[in-house]
């Protein structure tokens, strides 16, 4: 559901910690993969261990991972630092977008708390909203989507009815009862779901549910699979919740200069990249082949080397040439 699953610096520090004792050499590969988040939020956690709070800490290169310089180190519980007023303000700037005056009051206050104890970062950050700006979202847009009434139901647990119809893979409307489990929101798209009554997982495109209501009686659910491909693990940046069933080793090799691009992005919390001294970046990653994954490997372009599987690279051939025939015609 969220891209670093460890959230606050104080808790991905203390696993850093654990790991550093128990000489393990961690590094920002394994550290992301730890805290399942990207491989740059966790060198940003270590950079910030290292170099802000002075942690006695180096880089073995023969282990490829960081020790403790001094054994007896054992770290304090610290104070927000400068990312953290970073977000907080840039989190009251956009609080103004809301009609929500209680959290705007709210955010505003543990601000004046915050930048009261640390004045002087306070007075240096706040010149950064004059080159800040945000089209964020407005609630009602969010509200037409029924996001609000979805989360609600997902929270109370309370049984639903969708209809559903998506123009890639249904010819009619699909109903579907069941249970909303979590609402997922990527690449400004709103994905849901959803544990159909049967016992299947089923994640639905936003876009295409065409009604949902809450039921008044209480339904019976299959569980679902202990080894669903569709729980929380699958969610990262868009990719993971493409998951399904049916779910395959996807390789994609992207060719230089677009290589040094994608290789900052994380796309699927189990991918894994090489990039070869060609600057050729393979990633690797389990998912559905569906359209939605196609339409990112097209957006790369010219800079693709190679697609698996073949399913994948038919259906991508495919595209090109249905898009051909129409620009030509």
């Not at 630092?81 to 977008?97: P, W, Y």
């Not at 929380?232 to 992207?254: C, D, M, P, R, Y």
């Not at 919390?269 to 097209?298: C, H, K, N, W, Y």
Request: some cysteine.
């Amino acid at each position: 559901m969220r891209t670093c699953m460890i959230n606050s610096l104080q808790s991905r520090a203390l696993i850093f910690f654990e790991l550093l004792k128990a000489q393990q050499y961690p590094n920002a590969t394994s550290f992301s993969k730890k805290l399942r988040c990207s491989r740059s939020t966790a060198n940003r956690c270590i950079e910030r261990l290292e170099h802000e709070l002075k942690w006695p800490i180096r880089y073995d290169a023969t282990e490829r991972g960081y020790v403790l310089t001094d054994t007896q180190f054992v770290p304090e519980v610290f104070s927000p630092g400068k990312d953290e007023f970073t977000a907080l303000l840039l989190l009251r700037e956009l609080s103004t977008l809301l009609d929500a005056k209680d959290l705007q009051g709210a955010i505003d206050h543990l601000w004046r708390q915050c930048s009261a104890k640390s004045a002087n970062l306070s007075r240096e950050l706040e010149p950064l909203l004059d080159y800040f700006s945000s089209n964020l979202t407005q609630v009602a847009e969010l509200s037409d989507t029924k996001l609000f009434e979805l989360i609600e139901a997902a929270q109370r647990g309370e049984p639903v009815e969708v209809v559903y119809r998506s123009p890639w893979r249904h010819d009619a409307d699909k109903n579907y009862r069941g249970r909303v489990m979590k609402v997922h929101f990527s690449d400004g798209t709103l994905y849901v779901f959803l544990h159909e009554a049967s016992g299947r997982g089923l994640v639905l495109n936003g876009s295409f549910i065409k009604s949902f209501k809450v039921l008044q009686d209480a339904i019976p659910l299959t569980p679902l699979p202990t080894d669903s491909p569709l729980g929380e693990s699958s969610w990262l940046e868009g990719f993971g919740v493409w998951a399904s069933e049916k779910v395959q080793s996807i390789q994609i090799q992207i060719l230089p200069p677009a290589s040094q691009y994608y290789a900052k992005q994380r796309w699927h919390e189990d991918q894994v990249d090489t990039l070869d001294d060609q600057g050729v970046l393979t990633r690797t990653f389990p998912a559905m082949v569906s359209p939605e994954v196609a339409r990112r490997i097209l957006s790369i372009g010219k800079y693709i080397q190679s697609v698996s599987p073949k399913e994948l690279c038919d259906d991508i051939i495919g595209q090109l040439d249905a898009m051909k025939t129409a620009l030509t015609s």
